[in-house]
């Protein structure tokens, strides 16, 4: 589904690049870990990087309740970015080099998730981070979830931009002889590291990390 970009989403730069539909901007985030959210207080700009995961139309965090940023958050309004970089490309002219990549912007406010829907929130990032985990480990206990505050921001207000191919050069550049092409990015799971104290064999969800 697309949406109509805002005065801020409206992407001005390289406007070809901008993508406003749903399904590119949940693919941005379901690809990610992490996200960094932009606040300014009266001690200044931040930009803070923090885990986030995506339950339909939200996007969520955690953090302790003393956080500067959780009680910042749930006042004012901030911009969340998320970027995956796919390539470096190199270009026949220095002014022509780019990046392959695919970035996402997202402006609102959080919102507090109380109650069950808090657990069940955090359950979902469990379940992002390693699916059948959660019926294993030591469930959250009463005090631990009530130091913890779980917020989400609606996607309603986002756009996305992205990149991909090979070098744009100019006409006058094409005869230049320096090779040009994509020196492409992706991250690589790598083997799990067991804990020296744990003895228990490898369940499934750990054993398949490294073949994603």
Not at 65 to 79: A, P, T, W
Request: net charge negative; hydrophobic share 40%; with cysteine.
């Amino acid at each position: 589904m697309n949406q109509a970009p805002t005065d801020r989403t409206r992407v001005r730069r390289v406007a070809s690049n901008a993508h406003y539909d749903s399904a590119t901007l949940h693919a941005i985030i379901d690809d990610a870990y992490l996200c960094h959210i932009a606040f300014s207080d009266g001690k200044g700009a931040h930009c803070i990087p923090t885990a986030c995961w995506r339950e339909g139309d939200h996007l969520y965090i955690h953090g302790s309740n003393g956080s500067r940023m959780v009680k910042h958050l749930i006042e004012s309004e901030c911009c969340v970015t998320i970027t995956h970089l796919d390539g470096l490309v190199l270009a026949r002219s220095a002014f022509n080099h780019s990046m392959n990549y695919r970035s996402a912007m997202v402006y609102g406010t959080f919102e507090v998730v109380e109650g069950d829907a808090a657990r069940h929130a955090m359950e979902a990032f469990m379940k992002k981070v390693a699916p059948g985990r959660q019926a294993e480990i030591r469930p959250g206990s009463d005090k631990e979830y009530a130091a913890t505050t779980v917020l989400r921001i609606s996607l309603a207000e986002a756009a996305c931009k992205m990149r991909t191919g090979g070098p744009n050069d100019d006409e006058e550049d094409m005869n230049w002889p320096v090779w040009a092409g994509v020196l492409p990015w992706a991250r690589t799971p790598l083997a799990p590291q067991q804990d020296p104290a744990c003895s228990l064999p490898a369940p499934a969800y750990v054993l398949d990390w490294a073949a994603k």
